[in-house]
């Protein structure tokens, strides 16, 4: 059973900063990527940010320069500091481990919220 955990969310005014926290536990057998995904109301959810094992970064284009994402793989955790928000930053933020070799499974957190006010 993998669980992650994320911790950090809330709500911060245009231009101010936040940090995500995700920490995994259980049986976890070769982590690959982990990431954030986010989901605004009445949008599908959507990649802000992965991070491969090796430390290869992705980033969509709306956080580009404003967000990072970072990872302790000795601790199973990925964080994402989030600068310059702005109010359609506003979703519910989920982070996500995807692991195994010749089959890989995909696990999520429960979800943060976190809300930009203008």
């Known amino acids: 059973q993998v669980q992650l955990v994320e911790s950090g969310g809330g709500l911060v005014q245009a231009g101010g900063s936040l940090r995500l926290s995700c920490v995994a536990s259980?049986?976890?057998?070769?982590?690959?990527?982990m990431g954030w995904y986010r989901q605004a109301p009445g949008k599908p959810r959507e990649l802000v940010a992965s991070i491969s094992n090796g430390g290869s970064t992705n980033y969509a284009d709306s956080v580009k320069g404003r967000f990072t994402i970072s990872r302790a793989n000795a601790k199973n955790t990925v964080s994402l500091q989030m600068n310059g928000l702005k109010p359609e930053d506003t979703a519910v933020y989920y982070c996500?481990?995807?692991?195994?070799?010749?089959?890989?499974?995909?696990?999520w957190g429960q979800g943060t919220q976190v809300t930009v006010s203008s």
């Open positions: 259980g049986s976890i057998f070769y982590i690959r990527d």
């Open positions: 996500n481990l995807n692991s195994g070799i010749s089959r890989t499974y995909d696990y």
